[in-house]
């Protein structure tokens, strides 16, 4: 059974950095894509960024390229998210998934997710 378990957030202000982490056990993940997805209040849960386990290769949404930056430390089974130059309408909780295969952008496709962690953008 995987687990995922997302720590980091919090409140910071606009301009400020954060970094999210996603402690995942249960598997071996060689196998496995990896992505960072986010739900504002009253809107549909979006995707962020995704990471290839095996490889590293990293695909972005628009929103976030070259503020954001996804990252995975194979040793400790953990995969970040290394958020800079914040914005207020970065403020959602943000969910950590996972899924067998290649990376996509789908949430559909992503088979297992964490709890998610609050992070709030203050301008």
């Known amino acids: 059974q995987v687990q995922l378990v997302e720590s980091g957030g919090g409140l910071v202000q606009a301009g400020g950095s954060l970094r999210l982490s996603c402690a995942a056990s249960?598997?071996?993940?060689?196998?496995?894509?990896m992505g960072w997805f986010r739900q504002a209040p009253g809107k549909e849960r979006e995707f962020v960024a995704a990471?290839?386990?095996?490889?590293?290769?990293?695909y972005y949404a628009d929103s976030v390229k070259g503020r954001f930056t996804i990252s995975r430390d194979k040793d400790k089974n953990t995969m970040y998210l290394q958020m800079n130059s914040l914005k207020p309408e970065d403020t959602a909780v943000y969910y950590c998934?996972?899924?067998?295969?290649?990376?996509?952008?789908?949430?559909?496709?992503?088979?297992?997710w964490g709890q998610g962690t609050q992070v709030t953008v203050s301008s």
């Open positions: 998934a996972a899924r067998v295969g290649v990376v996509v952008a789908a949430r559909t496709r992503y088979d297992y």
């Open positions: 249960g598997r071996t993940f060689s196998n496995y894509a």
């Open positions: 990471i290839k386990w095996s490889t590293g290769s990293t």
